[in-house]
Nanobody, 125 residues
Framework: QVQLVESGGGLVQAEGSRRLSCAAS????????MGWFRQAPGKEREFVAG????????YYSDSVKGRFTISRDNAKNAVYLQMNSLKPEDTAVYYC??????????????????WGQGTQVTVSS
């Protein structure tokens, strides 16, 4: 099993920045792809960003491309989401996810085997 714990959420003003972290523990050697998703109140969980094992390939939703950056540090068993130029519509609970394989579609929720509990990000206007 793999446990994922997100941190770094909080209240931030529009146009501000925030860095989320996700720490993995347990059978971390089984992790390949990792991703960030978010879920706003009354909405479905949606893909934000994904990254492969080496970090050589990254994927973003259109809504965050150019503003968010995903990265990972395998030595620390961690993945990060740097969020810049935040907008009120970025307000959501952000979830870290891990896959045992290289997902064919990083944006597909079903590609992931492990999920964190989420961290709230609130962007005020």
């Amino acid at each position: 099993q793999v446990q994922l714990v997100e941190s770094g959420g909080g209240l931030v003003q529009a146009e501000g920045s925030r860095r989320l972290s996700c720490a993995a523990s347990g059978r971390t050697f089984s992790i390949y792809g990792m991703g960030w998703f978010r879920q706003a109140p009354g909405k479905e969980r949606e893909f934000v960003a994904g990254i492969n094992w080496s970090g050589s390939s990254t994927y973003y939703s259109d809504s965050v491309k150019g503003r968010f950056t995903i990265s990972r540090d395998n030595a620390k068993n961690a993945v990060y989401l740097q969020m810049n130029s935040l907008k009120p519509e970025d307000t959501a609970v952000y979830y870290c996810a891990a896959s045992k394989y290289n997902p064919a579609q990083y944006s597909d929720l079903g590609s992931y085997d492990y999920w964190g509990q989420g961290t709230q990000v609130t962007v005020s206007s």
